[in-house]
């Protein structure tokens, strides 16, 4: 290669080398995957995946589509990680929680955590055969990038249609959540998406403020939101392009992802609950009820979390959130 790094090169080796500097604390830890959930080797995944989810609709090869999944099935087993051991050192802490279904949470949490281990060895990320970040990289650098200008156009592009898609499966009428993992939390990680690219971008994209703002726009515009480290972007300085978004529309975009997130929460804990209720104690009767019983009075229902998903859902539809995003010039 020559001195010129292409924009869209830049922002993968940049994600890229944190993930090298994760790795390189782990490989000589006792667990390499302890190391990389510990230091949030998440993030920086989430940030390559977001890439390749762009990348993907952009060059007309298969490259960016294996890379993401390569990206993605690592993200999960971290994932996977967390999800046990977040519900373990919450449940750690609460009383009406008895302590064999905090147990059984800390075993799912070794058991996945040992799984990942060996995956990092397998899948050459760590070991003496680690090859998998430089076969990423020469990958990544035999891409036929465009130049700063056309990157725009094209991330503008894609990021435009992302937002027709999403607010063609959500905006209708007859909107209806039965499921907390296929309605609220999928909902969730596609609004999500909206603002992980911003991050993953580097400067790419910046909140302008439109001196007008709708008075319907007030409720989304807490200071928890406003000045959330989340909605700051990345400095752009030195970029040629820049992707304008209307900053209260993205406010607005924030609290909602934030909102889903407590609610997705607040149902997946039930449904970790009845999980280890049904492994404990080898039973599938009543683990719903148990579920509610154990959590305590304050724990709204999956139903409750449906309906209440479902209305903040279509009101953030009706008042055209998405289509406003993009900041008209």
């Known amino acids: 290669m020559n001195d010129y790094t292409p924009i869209g090169l830049s922002r993968f080796l940049f994600f890229l080398e944190k993930i090298k500097t994760i790795l390189e604390k782990a490989e000589s830890a006792q667990s390499a995957a302890f190391v990389a959930y510990t230091e949030d080797m998440r993030t920086p995944l989430f940030m390559l995946e977001a890439l390749t989810r762009l990348y993907k609709k952009i060059h007309p090869h298969q490259k960016f589509k294996k890379l993401n999944k390569l990206f993605k099935d690592l993200e999960d087993r971290l994932g996977a990680i967390d999800y ?3 519900f373990a050192k919450e449940f750690a802490k609460e009383k009406r929680i008895p ?21 990092l060895k397998k899948k ?8 998998r970040l430089s076969k990423i990289t020469k990958q990544l650098e035999n891409i036929n990038w465009l130049n700063e200008k056309e990157d725009t156009l094209a991330i503008l592009n894609v990021y435009t249609k992302n937002i027709d898609k999403i607010i063609k499966r959500y905006k209708k009428p007859n909107l209806q959540f039965l499921d907390i993992e296929n309605d609220v939390h999928e909902l ?6 909206l603002s992980i690219y911003p991050q993953a971008l580097r400067g790419l994209m910046q909140l302008r403020s439109d001196p007008q703002v709708p008075d319907f726009l007030n409720k989304y515009l807490t200071p928890e939101i406003v000045n959330s480290l989340f909605n700051i972007m990345p400095d752009g ?11 209260h529309y993205y406010y607005a975009l924030s609290w909602m992802i934030a909102e889903l997130g407590k609610l997705k929460d607040g149902g997946l804990k039930i449904v970790i609950i009845e999980e280890s209720i049904a492994n404990i104690y080898k039973t599938c009767e009543k683990t719903e009820e148990l579920a509610y019983a154990i959590s305590g009075d304050a724990q709204m229902k999956i139903p409750q979390i449906l309906t209440y998903s479902e209305q903040i859902t279509k009101k953030f539809f009706d008042e055209n959130i998405l289509q406003n995003l993009i900041y008209k010039k």
């Open 84 to 86: 046990y051991d977040s």
């Open 99 to 119: 302590p064999a279904i905090t147990s059984y949470l800390e075993k799912k949490t070794k058991e996945k955590t040992e799984e990942l281990n060996d995956d």
């Open 124 to 131: 050459k990320w760590i070991g003496k055969n680690k090859k």
């Open 188 to 193: 969730r990680r596609q609004l999500r998406w």
């Open 237 to 247: 300085t030195g970029l040629e392009e820049h992707i304008l978004l209307n900053d």
